[in-house]
């Protein structure tokens, strides 16, 4: 992991003045808007056990970090459809069961908040390891760290996205809102770029799974 600290030389540079404290907070919002555009940062979650009549559970995710977007996932290794709070309410035919439902083989799951996941149905049967997210990640408001992948690949034009932010900063010895276009641009180019490489990686997510009536 690499430490906030490390995207200093790529900024402070261009905001001669600004304190590092106040660099490195700026730094941790960008790398966070870097990564929940760009979903370039991708985790496969160690395999999660089932248990029986359990809909809800956790995602374990680096320290510091939080799931940004569930991308895959497998149920024994069979794929799953993934599906978000706006998905089941654009579809109110849809929607997941609470614990206790009557038991079967899950077949899609959707995303919550805080690193969680439920089933559209509960396990029949409590399996070891039988559930396989691939997912990205973004930094938590607190991280003191980023991954390694932004600092070796990107920390130059993330530098740029933090400096055009501390730039439009109003009544600071650093304030230049018209170079801050320049910077940004720089920035927004590379995280559009990144994005694409994400999608390369693993491709649009899409259900593969016909929406159906939960049961």
């Known amino acids: 992991m690499a430490s906030l600290s490390d995207f200093l030389p790529y900024v402070l540079p261009f905001v001669d003045g600004c304190s590092e404290p106040m660099a490195e907070q700026h730094i941790r919002d960008i790398c966070i808007d870097f990564c929940a555009h760009s979903g370039v940062v991708q985790f496969s979650v160690d395999p999660i056990d089932v248990v029986q009549g359990q809909v809800d559970y956790d995602i374990d995710t680096p320290i510091g970090t939080v799931t940004h977007l569930i991308h895959e996932a497998w149920f024994q290794w069979r794929p799953l459809g993934v599906f978000k709070t706006g998905d089941i309410a654009n579809r109110p035919e849809l929607y997941f069961p609470q614990p206790g439902s009557a038991g079967g083989t899950p077949v ?3 995303q919550g908040p805080d690193n969680t996941f439920k089933l ?3 396990p029949a ?4 390891g039988a559930i396989v997210l691939l997912v990205s990640t ?3 408001r607190k991280a003191a760290t980023v991954d390694d992948l932004l600092l070796s690949d990107y920390a130059y034009e993330i530098g740029q996205g933090v400096a055009a932010r501390l730039m439009r900063i109003p009544k600071k010895e650093f304030s230049d809102p018209a170079s801050s276009m ?3 641009q720089i920035y927004q180019l590379a995280r559009a770029t990144a994005r694409i490489r994400a999608e390369q990686s693993f491709g649009r997510t899409t259900s593969r799974v016909r929406p159906r009536r939960f049961q």
């Open 108 to 110: 899609a799951i959707k």
């Open 120 to 122: 559209d149905i509960a």
């Open 125 to 128: 049967e409590s399996i070891p």
């Open 138 to 140: 973004k930094p938590t």
């Open 182 to 184: 320049a910077c940004e």
